[in-house]
């Protein structure tokens, strides 16, 4: 007994050195740390900015739209010039790693999960650059129309100023109240993106801050590496002050259609076929899945019009999953173009395999069409049901097993009308 009471003590004594000995080191690294972090705070306060740098109100650089990752930067940067932006990521290439400090470029926040956030590290507030008058070229003919846009500018503001000269950028998102150089470090796919490539296919030139803080221009021909790696790149090669985006007339007007399938299959099927057309039978193709939804197409008549009304109001939603095509074609307001128009439309829509009693149209402005996500944002801000959690994920499914992975998920995994938006986007891969 006392062997073994002299062994207990002597275990018992290692556990409180070994505590004793972790406990010290971790308030050598916590010290180091703070320490650190001391330096840090003082040497960014000495930098010469035009902007500035905030060290104390930088709750709100921790949120993002995602609503599920909460990370406190030390500080953010409110830049009114690009030089700014290269003067701080210069002076932390300096500092070298054991500053520990690392940088994440905001627009709107819309990112998912703490893209947008940094913690103990500088937030870059990109729509704090100084706002430049945006500037339209091309106007008129004679060469390729394009805008030249801040980094931080809203893709809505460019919508506003390029419609005042009749033009407007090929490709959008969905939501346009997003910075450009948010949805390019992205991707930017909505319903044209068949036609014309996400937005990251449509931008002829960039400014960008790189890893040392250097500024560099980069296209197809200049700096080609960094202008690849930079779009689509998540903010990782370099950060966009400056983008060159492409332009084209922009329409007037919108015809805006809604048509179900029962089957998912059809539904895909319709949707290769009119992706795949050489004729522009429709300038936008998207598609949502619906699980088990009461009084759907009652819900539809608030923004749209039944083709047959009498066959609609028959329709039953309930207990089912359906797939919903969405298209548009863009119009001018003339009437002789119109008829034309829609004559286009009732014989490419004759050519699918949709449920004859759903078809639902609407006709708005170019402008309220683009801007269609805005009003649903409104709606839900109101109820408060807008700053809520948004787990979502984004998948790119071959075509060669989209049918298997429609049965696997909308068949089995997604069974209630609990679930969020569910999208399909048919986009070519050529594009």
């Known amino acids: 007994m006392k062997y073994l009471h002299a062994c207990f003590l002597r275990k018992r004594n290692m556990l409180i050195v070994r505590s004793f000995t972790t406990l010290l080191l971790l308030s050598c690294i916590a010290f180091k740390l703070a320490c650190c972090f001391s330096n840090s705070i003082s040497s960014l306060k000495a930098l010469p900015l035009l902007g500035h740098l905030e060290f104390e109100d930088v709750h709100p650089a921790s949120k993002d739209f995602g609503n599920r990752y909460q990370l406190l930067p030390l500080a953010v940067l409110h830049p009114k010039s690009v030089s700014d932006i290269a003067s701080v990521i210069r002076h932390i290439w300096m500092m070298g790693p054991h500053s520990q400090l690392t940088v994440a470029a905001r627009g709107r926040g819309h990112s998912l999960q703490g893209q947008a956030q940094t913690r103990h590290g500088i937030v870059i507030h990109m729509e704090s650059l100084q706002p430049q008058k945006l500037k339209v070229h091309g106007v008129g003919g004679g060469t390729t129309p394009f805008v030249d846009v801040s980094g931080g500018e809203l893709w809505i503001n460019i919508l ?121 039978k429709f300038d936008y193709i998207e598609g949502f899945v619906i699980i088990n939804r009461t009084g759907l197409l009652d819900s539809w008549r608030l923004s749209f019009t039944p083709e047959d009304p009498i066959e ?54 170019y402008q309220e069409f683009l801007d269609r996500v805005h009003v649903s944002e409104m709606k839900l801000r109101s109820k408060g049901q807008w700053e809520v959690p948004h787990p979502w994920l984004n998948l790119l499914v071959p075509r060669s097993r989209v049918n298997e992975f429609a049965k696997g998920v909308f068949g089995n995994i997604l069974t209630d009308t609990s679930n969020g938006p569910v999208i399909v986007y048919p986009v070519n891969k050529s594009k």
């Open 160 to 280: 506003h100023e390029t419609l005042k000269y009749g033009l407007a950028p090929k490709s959008w998102t969905d939501y346009l109240h997003l910075t450009v150089g948010g949805t390019l470090s992205n991707a930017g796919i909505s319903g044209q993106a068949f036609r014309h490539g996400p937005q990251i296919s449509n931008v002829h030139q960039l400014e960008v801050v790189a890893g040392k803080g250097e500024i560099l221009n980069c296209s197809e021909r200049q700096n080609s590496d960094l202008f690849h790696g930079v779009l689509g790149g998540l903010g990782q090669f370099g950060i966009i002050t400056r983008a060159r985006i492409a332009l084209e007339p922009a329409p007037t007007m919108v015809k805006w259609m809604r048509v179900l399938y029962l089957d998912f299959a059809a539904f895909a099927r319709d949707q290769e076929r009119l992706i795949s057309s050489d004729d522009d």
């Open 312 to 365: 609609a109001s028959k329709f039953k939603s309930d207990g089912r999953n359906l797939y919903c095509l969405e298209v548009a074609k863009y119009f001018k307001l003339d009437q002789d173009k119109k008829d034309v128009m829609n004559q286009e439309v009732k014989e490419s829509l004759s050519e699918l395999n949709y449920i004859s009693s759903t078809l639902f149209s609407s006709e708005v402005t």
